[in-house]
């Protein structure tokens, strides 16, 4: 069972909005501003879309975005494309006895 | 461009050991923090172990404390993660990673190494 929880699924169309969210506690996700979203295709490693919450590393298009509230971090991807059909996961920093806590991951469907 | 390379994976038995290695380039290595990371289908991602850029500091998971040791090379630019009494469920892809865990922030990663353990 994974520390921070994630839908297991998420769809939607080609050129739509969808949210992941990823909910931990105030141990984690509501104390610290470290919390980092992954894609992650098919056999291939993850590739780190959204640090420190909100930001984007270079490369990385500005259709994914990252928010917190309080202990629930959220990634968006706007106008959904064909190539974003991938898992997601979220992990956040949790201090200096858990250090690092993964969310399940989601299973994002373009359709 | 950052390019890191795992090696060392294999099928080992229960109580076994193994060693890790990972070589990296198109970074100056010896300046960064440095990870593994797991995977499997059934627990997903998992923090393994970190080391600061100058071995000064090493931490782990409570999974692998006192069973696993993490090392680097900076001369080789090469990471290390020495795995010892290994269990059935450390079966996992093991990924190394570029980055700073205390900012969950894992920039680079390589393709992984499947380690197996079963008998």
């Known amino acids: 069972q994974s520390a921070l929880t994630q839908p297991p699924s998420a769809s939607g169309s080609p050129g739509q909005s969808v949210s992941i969210s990823c909910t931990g506690t105030?141990?984690?996700?509501?104390?610290?501003?470290?919390v980092s979203w992954f894609q992650q295709h098919p056999g291939k490693a993850p590739k780190l879309l959204i640090y420190d919450v909100t930001k984007r590393p270079s490369g990385v298009p500005d259709r994914f975005s990252g928010s917190k509230s309080g202990n629930t971090a959220s990634l968006t991807v706007s106008g959904l494309q064909a190539e974003d059909d991938a898992d997601y996961y979220c992990i956040s920093y949790a201090g200096a006895k858990n250090f690092v806590v993964f969310g399940g991951g989601t299973k994002l469907t373009v359709l | 461009e950052v390019l890191l390379v795992e090696s060392g994976g294999e099928l080992v038995q229960p109580g076994g050991s193994l060693r890790l290695s990972c070589v990296a380039s198109g970074f100056t290595f010896g300046s960064y923090e440095m990870n593994w990371v797991r995977q499997t289908p059934g627990k997903g991602l998992e923090w393994v172990s970190a080391i600061s850029s100058q071995s000064s500091i090493k931490y782990y998971a409570d999974s692998v404390k006192d069973r696993f040791t993490i090392s680097r090379d900076n001369a080789k630019d090469s990471l290390f993660l020495q795995m010892d009494s290994l269990r059935v469920d450390d079966t996992a892809i093991y990924y190394c990673v570029k980055g700073y865990m205390v900012r969950a922030f894992f920039e680079n990663w390589g393709q992984g190494t499947l380690v197996t353990v079963s008998s």
């Open positions: 105030s141990n984690d996700v509501g104390r610290f501003n470290y």
